[in-house]
């Protein structure tokens, strides 16, 4: 199977496969590549980088992941060694043979005709995995090696290849016996004086129980694995069929506990690295040069976990550990501390200033999207800096102090880095009284309900209602949800907050008569964390029928990091959304989560400007120019865009000006107080919260 974005590419690829005695099939569209080789028996992929839509590095990520395609071959074709997409995403290579354009014919043909061998070889092993009288090689987790009379391997399975971490042309040639030591000291193979061998000579089957072999990256990993001995199979002499045994993730912690290295990223715990910090300090205090802890936290990690799950929330931990590893020097520290959180230390800085420029570097970094196991994720971090002496002089106090300067970091924004100041010891421990006071409000229901009319610039009429919630803050005054709804996600009370939103804003319209009904269209905010949950988009719509509504009238309204996922439950749930009925709003668009080509991908009904664009656009050029070209680009895609927060005449007139669908705001309240009969219009849409 080729796939390449160019005609002449794919002739020369298909001139060269068939000289070598191959069929082939051809896409230039990325879209059907998978439909294509579940439905063809391939022997190989020969897949090119810069397809689109989705490109290269999506596909391939996609062929590993998926149970029918991922043990299929494949050949990845890039413009040069040098590819920033290849770098990101090195584990993806550690399966597949890359080739750089151009190429030479020879070694092309030669490659192919590598594959088609081992191909034969494969329908070989299928045809004794049926007859087997042993259920050794019928398995799908099972790695299968074919050896020679040698010793030599000669195939490998695509669980062998995962299991060992090597590519099958890297493990064909390489002899069975230096699997089983960690370094094989002899030249020339003693493959017949092996124990493998001696008992396999005599056409015995060797099972062993428990038994340790080398991985190409260098760990050693316990199998069971068994040797069975073949004759006249094409040039198998033994099939090595083998297992991983896996440890506990509980022995996995107490190993980790004693030896203070996590297991999962394989970097020291916050133990070891404040013993490191503190041999920081003595030598800087000696040498009288600055070192700077930098605590870096994921952002929004949590939806990440609840939609892809544990398994894949480890993967992008121990993805963004080596991301941030290839920022640092060889001599600077890190350490995972705990959950998503990691410390780094440069051990020498020339200037204090210079600790930013490494965290912008870290920041830009994880701000790439991850390939992980079929999903695409995006994610971002912030980073909170203490440097010696300033800021501390010990690990303890350094390590604190990085830890207020992170949270900070989040405070105002996320993606960005902070230095620590005095004053944040006061800020960090404002933020844990505010945290504290936000359970007592879930606990006390706190809140406010308010029902805001929504106008179409059209025709100044009321399309919709949308639902507002606010925090009643016994000493602070009415918050709104914008205020506090990050330190909810992070407590993990939202889902709480929202579905009492839901219950008590919904109760208000079943007193509706059924005419009435028909007429109300609802703009509701929801968490993602309420939506990824087991039942989330049934319980939904649950709610909406409960009081005589369809979901065709409501308009679901999501943050816009909810683009902090792609391929994953993030997409299922969403178009479960829309098969239901519902609409979908993206609320905060501008602020940075949302990539602009995937607007397409999402069938959203409105965009909703961030508010940092509204609250100013009367006055700021850039926000102006900002909006103009997101209205025009969101409206090129069919989607309608809303803005919020509307609070002077003057930001109305160049909302409704540059062709914004929809407006609310407190200046969208006074013009309809002053337009009585719009008042009959909407009457069924305000009421008392």
Known sequence: VIADPKDSNIQFYTDVAQASGARCVATTAGGNLIDIVESHPASLVILDSHMEEPDGYQLLNLLKSNEKTRHVPVLFVVGNLSER?????????KLVKVMVKPMQQSVLQSTIEKFLHLSQYQLVIEALAKKAETDAISGKEEGILAVDAQGQIIYANYAAENILKANVLDLVGTYLESLFEESCLKVVSSWQDHPVSKVTAGDQILQVDKAIIWRKDGDSINVKFAAIPLKDEQNISLLFAFKRLKD???????????????????????????EQIDRCAVKAALSSYYFAVLCVDLDHFRYINESLGHDRGDMLIKAVADRIQKQVRRDDLMARMEGDEFAVVLSHIDLPENAGMVSRKIIDSVREPFLLDGHEVFTGCSIGVAVYPACGDNAKTLLKNSESALARAKAVGRNVYQFYTVEMNKARAEQMQFEFELHQAVEQKQWRIQYQPVVNTNNNEVVACEIKLSWVHPIRGELPLEVFLLEA???????MIFKWLWQQALQQFERLSDDAKEKVRLIVPISPLVLLQEDGVEWAQRKIETVGLKPEQVYVELPESYYTLRHGDHGKVLNALRKKGFHLILDGFGTGFAPLNLLKEIPYSLIKLSNSFVSTCEVSKTDQAIIKGVVEMVHQLGIQVMATGVDSEAQYKFLSTEKCDWIAGEAVEKELERTPQKLDAMGIFVMPG
């Open 489 to 495: 996600e992070e407590a993990g009370l939202s889902p």
């Open 85 to 93: 997409k290849m770098c990101l995403h090195e584990d993806l290579f």
């Open 248 to 274: 506990t993730r509980e022995s996995k912690d107490k190993i980790s506990k004693l030896s203070q290295v996590d297991h999962l990223t394989k970097l020291p715990l916050r133990g070891a690295i404040e």
